[in-house]
């Protein structure tokens, strides 16, 4: 999801997400260099981040709505699609800048952490739209979110984060806890063994996560500006492109499809691109970091009004754990120093 966010680790050079999260390194860096101003400069940072937020989930029930047309890959392949094409067209001069660097410089180090980065972003998008297709939004993004959440604490020496990681370790526990509920709305897809298989997905996007979080680092401080990520969208759009196109075939040439998987692509990364690159400029990471954690709740809620999936009490204390542990790691994160090149 480019989305997609702690997951954002203060560097040189970021959106995710998740996407997000919507959700990217890169965004929070370009935030603190790019000079003017935009529309919503006199909005709150509060406003900005709350905005992004709901924007990736409410992009996410459109994506589980479309599943009931289009399969979960395809999908994927038409937010990844719809954001490297807008990332291109709007930041085609320094992209072409970026390559024609590599090619002169011969720099294929370079080319492998951003060609790493994109691929990491292809299996975090396709992972978390398969588990959207199986588990409730807000069980699959608070799961995805202990990705980050290890990143954050192993980055850390305090004792204080064993605590957090208890708490996170806490809620998956009751997620798991007999079993998890099935997804409703688009095409659910019921059953304990597709329950597993949801919670699955939603774990390896997280694992794809924290790899994100890692690469957008490294090829920040490879490319400048946001060229390295738009290098790394075209990448995940083009490997997302076989199995894409392979499930959705026909269907994905539907203008409704088209139009749906266009506001998809919007709403769940240019859009949070943008606002979290303003709210970075005037807040400290581990305030945006703390904010961020209300993504899980965000999800739940989406999923309930867009696509009926009520939570179980039992579900919205393990998300309220998940939570309470995310915002504790971004607000006692550290600095970290940047990884040599």
């Known amino acids: 999801m480019?989305?997609?966010?702690?997951?954002?680790?203060?560097?040189?050079?970021?959106?995710?997400?998740?996407?997000?999260?919507?959700?990217?390194?890169?965004?929070?860096?370009?935030?603190?260099?790019?000079?003017g101003r935009v529309p919503w400069a006199a909005v709150p940072p509060s406003a900005l981040v709350m905005t992004g937020i709901f924007s990736v989930q409410l992009g996410?029930?459109?994506?589980?709505?479309?599943?009931?047309?289009?399969?979960?890959?395809?999908v994927t392949g038409l937010r990844l699609w719809t954001s490297a094409a807008v990332m291109v067209l709007i930041g085609a001069r320094p992209l072409r800048n970026a390559l024609s660097g590599l090619l002169r410089r011969r720099a294929w180090r370079d080319a492998a952490v951003a060609i790493g980065f994109g691929?990491?972003?292809?299996?975090?998008?396709?992972?978390?739209?398969?588990?959207?297709?199986?588990?409730?939004?807000?069980?699959?993004?608070?799961?995805?979110?202990?990705?980050?959440?290890?990143?954050?604490?192993?980055?850390?020496?305090?004792?204080?984060?064993?605590?957090?990681?208890?708490?996170?370790g806490t809620g998956v526990a009751l997620l798991a806890r007999g079993g998890s509920t099935p997804s409703r709305g688009g095409a659910a897809i019921s059953g304990h063994g597709a329950v597993l298989a949801g919670l699955a997905f939603a774990l390896l996007a997280g694992l794809a996560w924290a790899a994100y979080i890692l690469l957008s680092r490294a090829t920040g401080q490879r490319f400048p500006g946001s060229s390295g990520l738009t290098i790394a969208m075209v990448v995940a759009a083009v490997a997302i492109t076989p199995v894409g196109v392979g499930t959705g075939r026909g269907a994905l040439l539907r203008p409704g499809v088209l139009a749906i998987g266009l506001a998809i692509g919007l709403l769940s990364s240019i859009v949070p691109y943008s606002l979290e690159l303003e709210a970075l400029r005037r807040i400290p990471a581990r305030v945006f970091g703390i904010w961020m954690s209300l993504e899980p709740a965000a999800a739940a809620l989406v999923g309930l009004v867009i696509?009926?999936?009520?939570?179980?009490?039992?579900e919205w204390l393990a998300i309220g754990c998940v939570m309470v542990a995310c915002a504790g790691a971004a607000r006692g994160a550290r600095q970290p120093q940047a990884p040599e090149a």
Not at 13 to 35: D, H, I, N, V, Y
Not at 135 to 145: D, H, N, Y
Not at 307 to 314: H, K, P, T, Y
């Open 2 to 35: 480019i989305m997609e966010k702690f997951r954002f680790q203060q560097s040189k050079s970021r959106e995710l997400r998740p996407a997000g999260g919507s959700r990217e390194e890169a965004t929070r860096s370009r935030g603190q260099q790019a000079p």
């Open 60 to 74: 996410a029930g459109l994506a589980a709505k479309l599943f009931a047309q289009v399969p979960p890959a395809a």
């Open 119 to 168: 691929l990491t972003l292809a299996v975090m998008n396709f992972s978390i739209y398969q588990s959207f297709a199986r588990i409730p939004l807000g069980i699959a993004v608070t799961i995805e979110f202990l990705g980050p959440l290890g990143v954050a604490v192993a980055s850390s020496r305090r004792l204080l984060d064993v605590l957090w990681v208890g708490l996170a």
């Open 307 to 314: 696509l009926g999936q009520a939570l179980a009490v039992r």
